[in-house]
């Protein structure tokens, strides 16, 4: 059973995104024309949470990435899961990690719980292509020279902010704050089922990276 500020934090989520999920309906996620704005948060919204938006907001855009990598992939020979590469992205952080002053075993958490929420949208769109082919896409986004320099980049982003944020993610009450900042994000990002769902699963570790 997950320790109890876990727990917390996953069932405010929960309540937060389901919330979302009822006010946005079951249609995909905005597209980049179609996505507003990031919402300013409030200025009572910001004592609660803004010291953790900046991660949350990394991983709302690294979660994006997925329906590019699914285009990229779906209909071909490469598979969903590819354990030698994300063994060297796990390899990658934590010996950035090192040079943060961060645990790196708890930062590679973090960033196996975005790995794991990748595949899972991943599969749910492979599911819902499959089953809806109107819906399947027309465009086949290029790995290499598109999607993975712009997971690069988040990789980058995400690190700094977990350095960042590492007093924040410390302290007890980090639980509450993240599922707050977690639902500003899947609203601004208009965040349909599936991608809460993969936004829950890239969660769990935030709040638990401890010193080395």
Request: with cysteine.
């Amino acid at each position: 059973m997950p320790p109890r500020p876990l727990r917390s934090t996953l069932t405010l989520l929960s309540t937060l995104t389901t919330a979302a999920t009822l006010a946005l309906g079951t249609a995909g996620p905005a597209t980049a024309a179609e996505r507003p704005a990031p919402v300013r948060h409030t200025t009572a919204a910001n004592g609660v949470a803004s010291s953790l938006s900046s991660v949350t907001e990394l991983l709302a855009q690294r979660l994006l990435l997925a329906d590019k990598v699914a285009a990229a992939k779906y209909g071909t020979d490469t598979p969903i899961d590819d354990p030698e590469r994300e063994a060297r992205i796990l390899d990658d952080v934590r010996a950035r990690a090192v040079g943060l002053g961060l645990a790196p075993d708890a930062v590679a958490a973090v960033f196996r719980d975005q790995i794991e929420a990748n595949k899972l949208v991943q599969r749910g769109l492979y599911a819902r292509w499959d089953a809806h082919p109107a819906e399947r896409p027309t465009e086949r986004p290029d790995l290499a020279k598109e999607v993975r320099p712009a997971l690069d980049r988040i990789t980058t982003q995400l690190l700094a902010a977990l350095d960042d944020t590492e007093r924040a993610r410390a302290l007890p009450s980090c639980g509450p704050r993240l599922a707050t900042a977690a639902g500003w994000s899947a609203y601004t990002h208009r965040l349909d089922a599936l991608h809460l769902t993969g936004f829950g699963r890239a969660l769990p570790s935030v709040c638990d990276t401890g010193a080395p």
